[in-house]
């Protein structure tokens, strides 16, 4: 702790210690909060180094051991060979294809639908505030629960609403789930994150000048030229973030695959195949060298993707 004595003036004789005064300087209380703020983190920081990293390291243990849940007798050391297992069975790079195709699917519409419904909802109109909460619901329904209403009560073939609207117009019904199921989990996925890409990009759009939009008009330029050359450029960083941040909870989605396809057709992504070498063919090492080698992938993709995110961010700033 940095401190400065200051004597008095005339110092009496006796008691020296009781006529001096001590004056902290703003360094040395600046040094004590920032050392008694790191002291009030460290029990959150032990608790997240906990529950995040030690059931990784178990992983990484498990990944190495030869362990079927049928034959719990015959566990012991097998080396590297579930991870021999995942790279040359051909299923890992199949499903590392469906996640990225999945994911840049969803994220493309729900980008596209977001950007168009934030324009709508920017404009004042009556019962505004209604149709903003309507549009937000689907992005707060559970996951599971959202995949059930589409599965069984939207898309299934005799009974589902879209087949009866299709039929009005004399097209057979089709089994979406079954037939073409590719399809069916980029349009529930969309549905379920547009509302999320609407929120970023209609903050952008309420952040811009109204003094550029005024500007513009007086310029001459109309509706259209003013969006392409005016809006888009302000919306850039805010589609940008919502891409970024939309991806990262995309690539992770389980709940309407597992419910609606069970990974067939093509829907066989990461997060799909990993739950199904563990808990239907019970092999918990070769499902543990699957995740190792997801979560090494997911964190390089993550490293640059939160790279672009703070560049992004900074250049906000300038």
């Known amino acids: 702790m940095t401190s400065l004595t200051i004597p008095l003036a005339d110092p009496p004789s006796e008691g020296p210690d009781d006529d001096k005064i001590v004056v902290k300087t703003p360094r040395a209380t600046s040094r004590r909060g920032i050392g008694l703020a790191r002291a009030l983190l460290w029990p959150a920081l032990t608790v997240s180094i906990v529950l995040t990293q030690l059931p990784f390291l178990f992983t990484i243990y498990y990944s190495f051991q030869s362990w079927n849940l049928l034959k719990p007798t015959q566990q012991g050391f097998a080396g ?18 469906n996640t990225a195709l999945i994911t840049a699917a969803a994220v493309l519409l729900s980008c596209f639908f977001g950007l168009v419904l934030a324009v709508l909802l920017d404009r004042p109109f009556r019962g505004r505030a209604l149709a903003r909460t309507l549009l937000i619901t689907p992005f707060l329904i559970m996951p599971a629960a959202a995949a059930l209403i589409w599965k069984w009560s939207m898309l299934e073939a005799s009974t589902g609403i879209v087949n009866w609207f299709t039929g009005l ?33 209609l903050a952008g759009l309420q952040s811009q000048s109204k003094e550029v939009l005024e500007a513009s008009a007086v310029d001459g330029a109309g509706p259209f030229r003013t969006f392409a050359f005016v809006t888009l450029p302000h919306l850039r960083q805010y589609i940008e973030i919502a891409v ?29 195949l990993i739950y199904e070498r563990a808990f239907v ?13 997801t979560v090494t992938i997911t964190l390089l993709i993550a490293s640059v993707a939160l790279r672009t995110l703070f560049k992004i961010f900074t250049e906000g700033t300038k």
Not at 170 to 193: E, H
Not at 244 to 272: E, H, N
Not at 281 to 293: F, K, N, Q
């Open 281 to 293: 063919g019970l092999e918990v090492g070769e499902a543990a060298a699957y995740g190792v080698v």
């Open 80 to 97: 590297f060979a579930n991870y021999v297992t995942v790279f040359s069975n051909g299923v890992f790079l199949s499903s590392l294809f």
């Open 244 to 272: 970024l941040l939309g991806s990262i909870q995309l690539v992770q989605v389980f709940d309407p695959i597992a419910i609606m396809t069970r990974g067939t057709g093509g829907t066989k992504t990461l997060a799909y």
């Open 169 to 201: 117009a004399g097209i057979p019904p089709v089994a979406w789930n079954t037939d073409i199921p590719v399809v069916t989990v980029i349009m529930v996925l969309a549905w379920q994150y547009t509302p999320f890409f609407m929120l970023i990009i």
